[in-house]
């Protein structure tokens, strides 16, 4: 009979060669971003202390492995810490070392010992027709492999805006048919992370939350809540020229040289819920709005198909020109009433002429 | 499609086609209706100048009116300001109003926008409280005068919802401030809210007609 049992994650911090109060930081770290009370982060330290590594999956599909360089740049917790002391990564394409036939069954090893247990990420849409012909890997769809590995799974977390809501793939006219995790996978728990690609520190703080203390609060779009609870406008440092009235015009002009608001410039702040005005990213080092373009909405969903990146968030969202359609609705405008003058004009007449006739004699 | 695409997109382009097809409807349906023949011998040849004359007069009473008309005119200034400076003076709008038809120019600061958004809304409600406590204007009003006054009133409220974020998330509001505005947009052609064309065309023709007459204006 096998007795070995799979090392803790402070265990493996030791093996590391780390001691306690390493693995002790680290959860306080952790505990910091996700904004847990101190309390919280004993109780992090203690669950984490005492839990054998859990067996991580991670599938790419219709994706560019933006989120993967994403996640690459986390810096608390690092994906170094994350996946030699935290988790234990059984599958990811291009991290692994292994490939072909050989990466395949150590996944599908993986998955049968840790069956209901393990945490698979998924990373990009998946295309659904033709039984998911658009895309294969080692001979099976990404329609058949993510049903799979969902089935086992103790919860599912979809990694940037493709997996968590189709994404670019999915964007009109969504020629492969593209989907997103949460559409097809029905009866566990998903989490989303959004963006293009999400904040490294969102992707990895979600797992440790995960593992300290199951699925997080989340939004109606399936975002934990922690870092997908305000918008990025609500946060944003450019936010008191916004109310004051002062906003950049073009991306060189004075307005933007001072910092300005970019809200004349496409910028969807407003209305994207995201943590990158906080957050920020490589450490804290800046966001998009900090390095002078307006936020894309990349979080959110459809954000492609929003009628253009520099087009302001009040401007209407027709495709094509609306002034055709209002040119006919003038010319029809002036066409019935004109008509309707017409009319009245007669009828004035007849009454007039009536008018002028002598009344019959009774 | 979300609410607030939907907003953004197909209720907002309905709206103005609805919008610009009623107003022309009724502005063509006004103008070119053949005038009463005047056989009288015309007092004053200058009748533009007696438009003219009526429309800057009647924008204050007289005199002898002005006691029992003063509350009404002051709550009626205001929300008019108010909508003015609110609908020409937030830079969304203004973006709006150029994405339609290139026309620009200079914002104000956002907080004098809000302020006057809270005036205009008080100043809405209590037009509203005194046409309900007065006997004589409760009598003259009709569905037309409640439903106009709640078409205007809801853009601006929700408006202001949303700059503050109360009551839901910003993009919900936003999208019923539109939708809001969609509707104000539908129904002015059809209302007394087509007074905003109609006020100085029919001033200037009361105007021009006084003058023929040789009546005061």
Wanted: proline residues 6%.
């Amino acid at each position: 009979m096998n007795t070995q049992r799979d090392p803790t994650v402070l265990e493996s911090f030791q093996q590391q060669g780390l001691s306690r109060r390493a693995f002790l930081k680290f959860c306080a770290a952790t505990a910091s971003l996700l904004a847990l009370p101190a309390a919280r982060a004993a109780e992090l330290a203690e669950k984490l202390a005492g839990m054998p590594r859990p067996t991580v999956i991670y599938l790419s599909f219709q994706e560019c492995t933006g989120c993967l360089e994403s996640l690459t740049r986390s810096f608390q917790p690092t994906l170094e810490s994350l996946i030699f002391n935290t988790i234990s990564l059984a599958y990811n394409d291009t991290l692994q070392a292994a490939a072909g036939e050989a990466a395949e069954a150590a996944r599908e090893d993986a998955m049968r010992k840790a069956w209901g247990k393990y945490v698979l990420i998924v990373d990009g849409a998946i295309p659904r027709p033709e039984d998911g012909a658009y895309c294969v890997i080692g001979g099976r769809s990404a329609l058949d492999l993510l049903r799979h590995a969902a089935e086992g799974a103790a919860a599912v977390v979809a990694v940037g805006t493709c997996a968590a809501f189709g994404g670019i793939p999915y964007a009109a006219p969504n020629p492969t048919g593209a989907a997103s995790v949460q559409d097809l996978v029905g009866d566990r728990p998903v989490i989303n992370i959004s963006g293009c690609p999400p904040i490294p520190e969102v992707i990895t703080g979600t797992i440790v939350y995960f593992l300290g203390f199951g699925v997080p609060e989340l939004d109606a779009q399936r975002r934990p809540t922690m870092f997908y609870g305000t918008t990025i406008h609500d946060r944003c440092y450019r936010r008191p020229f916004y109310d004051k009235g002062l906003f950049a015009r073009s991306f060189d002009d004075e307005g933007a040289r001072n910092g300005w608001c970019l809200y004349e410039l496409g910028c969807k702040g407003p209305v994207t819920y995201n943590s990158c005005a906080t957050m920020k990213w490589n450490d804290g080092t800046s966001f998009p709005i900090q390095s002078g373009h307006g936020c894309l909405g990349c979080s959110e969903p459809n954000f492609w198909d929003g009628g253009g990146f520099y087009r302001p968030l009040s401007s209407g969202l027709w495709h094509g020109g609306i002034g055709e359609g209002l040119g006919v609705a003038a010319v029809a405008g002036v066409a019935i009433g004109g008509a309707a003058a017409v009319a009245a004009r007669q009828r004035q007449k007849r009454t007039t002429e009536a008018g002028k006739k002598p009344p019959e004699a009774p | 499609m979300d609410l607030l695409s939907f907003a953004r997109g197909p209720a907002l382009q309905w709206a103005l086609v609805i919008f610009v097809l009623g107003s022309l409807w009724r502005l063509a349906g006004i103008l070119l209706l053949r005038r009463k023949p005047d056989y009288t011998e015309p007092r004053s040849r200058a009748t533009w100048r007696g438009a003219l004359k009526l429309i800057v007069t009647r924008t204050w009473s007289r005199r002898e009116f002005r006691a029992s008309t003063a509350f009404g005119q002051s709550l009626g200034y205001v929300f008019h300001i108010g909508l003015v400076v609110v609908v020409f003076g937030f830079v969304p709008h203004i973006l709006f109003i150029h994405s339609l038809t290139g026309l620009q120019w200079p914002g104000l600061p956002s907080s004098i926008v809000y302020v006057s958004g809270a005036l205009t809304v008080a100043a809405l409600v209590a037009a509203l409280v005194r046409r309900l406590s007065n006997p004589v204007l409760r009598l003259l009003s009709n569905f037309d005068d409640y439903f106009s006054w709640l078409v205007t009133v809801t853009p601006v409220i929700t408006g202001l919802l949303a700059v503050a974020h109360l009551g839901a998330r910003y993009e919900t509001l936003l999208a019923v401030h539109i939708l809001s505005v969609c509707l104000l947009l539908a129904w002015l052609p059809f209302g007394k809210l087509m007074h905003v064309f109609l006020v100085f065309i029919s001033r200037g023709t009361t105007g021009a007609l006084f003058a023929r007459k040789g009546a005061s204006t």
